[in-house]
């Protein structure tokens, strides 16, 4: 199956910064998700944006979508050390019930 | 509101024993289940999915099985583990057309 990849690996910033975190897929997506996943724990879903819209907002997250490109971007604004995690990409490709495609994540380390 | 929950939390267990990990799902009806593993420091991979009681797709063949008995309880099973087994374990479910997945709290299994 397609994966998605995300971009950069890891990444280290002050607390009080930015984080941005990209994401490229290979094949035509019904949406686009992202969700974070603390050490050890299970996934938790932060937004999902549509094939149709190219960009979205929820709290400090901004999340943008290009198609054209077949790429995303997730934008963390004013980082916290709470919001150390892994992030992951995932997207529906299928009309049906298959489950999504994930990247292999980005690991976020917010230093206080 | 809805709960997903999973056991064992952990599980070390023997090359060659059998496996039986349990997922179930409270306070929503017929949701998609999906069972999903996680080697470390990858994403995530599709292994099965069930859109009804006793209805299962397997998105990777392997070592595992799984089964469906009621609405809202998906079971990973497996005859005989193999060392490649270990890994992070997550069960999801999802109701809508757009597949946003909500996480159960996983099972680490080590295989030994």
């Known amino acids: 199956s397609q994966q998605g990849e995300e971009d950069p690996q890891a990444l280290s910033i002050q607390e009080g910064e930015n984080a941005t975190m990209n994401c490229s897929y290979k094949t035509s997506i019904n949406n686009l998700q992202w969700y974070r996943q603390n050490s050890g724990r299970g996934l938790v879903h932060l937004i999902l944006?549509?094939?149709?819209?190219r960009e979205k907002h929820s709290g400090r997250l901004r999340v943008t979508l290009d198609t054209s490109k077949k790429s995303s971007s997730l934008l963390i604004t004013a980082s916290r050390a709470a919001d150390t995690a892994s992030y992951f990409c995932?997207?529906?490709?299928?009309?049906?019930?298959?489950?999504?495609?994930f990247g292999k994540g980005t690991h976020l380390i917010i230093q206080p | 509101s809805q709960t997903i929950h999973q056991w064992p939390a952990t599980l070390v267990q023997p090359v060659g024993s059998p496996l039986s990990l349990e997922c179930t799902v409270e306070?929503?009806?017929?949701?998609?289940l999906y069972w999903y593993r996680q080697a470390a420091g990858r994403g995530l991979q599709l292994l099965f999915y069930s859109v009804g009681i006793g209805q299962i797709s397997s998105e990777v063949p392997q070592n595992l099985s799984a089964s469906r008995p009621q609405d809202r309880q998906f079971i990973l099973s497996s005859k005989k583990l193999l060392l490649s087994d270990s890994g992070f374990y997550l069960c999801?479910?999802?109701?809508?057309?757009?597949?946003?997945?909500?996480f159960g709290p996983g099972t680490r299994l080590t295989v030994l």
């Open positions: 999801a479910w999802t109701r809508g057309r757009e597949n946003e997945q909500f």
């Open positions: 995932a997207f529906l490709s299928g009309g049906g019930a298959d489950g999504l495609t």
């Open positions: 944006i549509r094939s149709n819209e």
């Open positions: 306070g929503t009806s017929n949701p998609n």
